[in-house]
């Protein structure tokens, strides 16, 4: 019998209005407070998900990587909220400071991630988790030892990214907890294919969040995301000192425990930017396709991208993304903020 073809979906390029999208809303909350007392606060606002052990799935980096969250402020997350948890981590699949345990390990300590246990979880293997209603895959292959957590927080530094436009919690859950060997090549390339990075645009946003899905099926409720809208480079992460300059202005820290709702609150906030301000990153998420990884989310029933954006720095008011926006200062890079 002949193997049905799979399709991409389309309209990745096409940013949504609030006013088109229907369904319900979810909590998204917002403090425009970046340090590491801003994240503790907005950590309070999410942490009723998380029990047991706690896995904490953040971007490490590469070596001397400028824009990470910095290390201080989850130490404090850490310390005084998640003193049982780890930070888990896997392999890269490109070659580099990060593609092996060994390397990953000396990469850990360059960055300073050693005040708390970090589990590099492909180290020994991989498991496969069931991916429920994907069209791409039934299973995705994950680091193994991501089945021994009981909760999940993804605490992630949102900026762009250069194959999926923009890097939030979809992206750092579905790359960051697939394998390095096999799962992350079951995202990102055909195979026989000679290009490692030859699968783009909507077929990529949907590979990565059927990786993505699986993971949070896996935790059900037990899952918390958080996005820094801080240093916000086109480039991601894994590109380190390499990075292209930041020129998008900092805005604050959002959480949700819709994972949905938290990814497509931080675009919107991109895009109630003034034009100068957002114009390098929304060109990437546009050029990229990666608005896909949204409504893909939603065909897959992971959240809503409809919410209230509640600002607890003014007493819980809801506000529109346009008000987290006011004023904003030109980033600066020699200060770093």
Not at 217 to 227: E, L, P, Q, S
């Amino acid at each position: 019998m002949k193997e049905k073809r799979v399709i991409p979906g389309t309209g990745g390029e096409r940013y949504i209005p609030y006013d088109e999208r229907t369904g319900e809303e979810s909590v998204v909350y917002f403090t425009r407070d970046l340090s590491a007392e801003g994240l503790l606060k907005i950590y309070e606002r999410i942490e009723e998900a998380l029990e047991g052990k706690i896995a904490v799935k953040l971007h490490t980096g590469e070596k001397n990587g400028p824009n990470i969250i910095p290390g201080d402020w989850v130490k404090l997350l850490m310390d005084q909220k998640i003193a049982g948890g780890s930070i888990i981590e896997t392999n890269s699949y490109y070659e580099g400071d990060r593609d092996t345990t060994e390397k990953h390990r000396e990469t850990l300590k360059v960055n300073g991630w050693t005040f708390a246990p970090v589990d590099i979880m492909d180290a020994e293997g991989a498991v496969f988790l069931s991916v429920k209603g994907g069209k791409w895959f039934q299973k995705m292959s994950m680091g193994k030892t991501l089945t021994e957590y009981d909760s999940l927080l993804a605490l992630t530094h949102f900026k762009g990214h250069t194959k999926g436009g923009f890097g939030g919690s979809n992206k750092n859950i579905g790359i960051g907890c697939a394998d390095g060997i096999v799962g992350k090549a079951m995202i990102h390339t055909t195979p026989g294919q000679n290009d490692q990075w030859d699968i783009s645009d909507e077929e990529f946003m949907e590979r990565m969040t059927e990786s993505t899905k699986a993971v949070v099926d896996h935790f059900g409720k037990k899952t918390a995301y958080i996005n820094v809208m801080r240093n916000m480079s086109v480039s991601c992460d894994c590109e380190g000192i390499h990075a292209e300059p930041v020129v998008t202005p900092n805005v604050g820290i959002c959480a949700s425990l819709d994972i949905l709702a938290l990814d497509q609150a931080c675009v919107d906030i991109i895009y109630a930017m003034t034009e100068r301000e957002r114009h390098a990153l929304v060109e990437r998420i546009e050029s990229r396709h990666g608005l896909r990884q949204l409504s893909y989310m939603k065909e897959l029933g992971m959240g809503n991208d409809r919410y209230a954006l509640v600002d607890i720095d003014q007493e819980d008011k809801v506000i529109l993304p346009a008000e987290a926006v006011k004023n904003l200062i030109p980033f600066d890079a020699e200060a770093g903020i």
